[in-house]
């Protein structure tokens, strides 16, 4: 029987999984026009988007219940931690009919919506928070060995960030997932 963490974990990993599979399958049909293309590109697109996020939450939870040694979390705790994950979760099931985070163009290519700002928000704000969580145990941690622990927790911001920022400020590079 896994722990709470190594649940978190093992999600994460598998998350970790379907965002790199979908960005695969949106890669590979890029632009291609046989039958079923778009609608491929569409989920796999819809997939990354919902992934990232998902990562983001596993990411806080997992850090939570590292650094405090509880997997309690007190229901405000939960609320505010799912609440971000559902409304984007809501706009990623409507962005079909709204063209919100991105649309497909006639010639298959996937196209920034306005609302792509929202998800790097959310995104972001979840590796944020687990890397403030992750800071603030360092300075308030007596026992080195317990410090030490944790260093990993905080390097795992700075490879996704290096990523992201790549691929946030050159469209069209897919490196996200490498980071």
């Known amino acids: 029987q896994?722990?709470?963490?190594?649940?978190?974990?093992?999600?994460?990993?598998?998350?970790?999984v379907i965002l790199c599979f979908a960005d695969m399958v949106a890669g590979i049909c890029r632009g291609q026009l046989f039958q079923g293309a778009r609608i491929l590109i569409e989920i796999s697109n819809l997939l990354y988007f919902e992934a990232l996020v998902v990562i983001g939450y596993l990411w806080v939870r997992y850090v939570y219940i590292s650094v405090n040694n509880t997997t309690?979390?007190?229901?405000?705790?939960?609320?505010?931690?799912r609440a971000p994950l559902i409304?984007?979760?809501i706009i990623v099931i409507i962005n079909p009919f709204t063209d919100f985070l991105f649309s497909i163009n006639e010639a298959?290519?996937?196209?920034?919506?306005?609302g792509v700002i929202v998800h790097w928000i959310i995104t972001w704000s979840y590796f944020l928070i687990a890397?403030?969580?992750v800071a603030y145990s360092l300075i308030i941690e007596k026992n080195r060995l317990k410090?030490?622990?944790m260093i990993p927790l905080l390097s795992f911001f700075i490879a996704p960030l290096i990523a992201s920022l790549i691929q946030m400020f050159f469209y069209g590079v897919s490196s996200t997932q490498v980071g």
């Open 108 to 114: 298959n290519f996937y196209m920034r919506g306005q």
């Open 2 to 16: 896994l722990s709470q963490s190594g649940r978190s974990f093992d999600l994460l990993i598998w998350f970790t």
């Open 87 to 89: 409304i984007f979760t």
């Open 72 to 81: 309690y979390f007190s229901m405000k705790s939960i609320f505010l931690l």
């Open 147 to 149: 410090r030490q622990a």
């Open 131 to 133: 890397t403030i969580m």
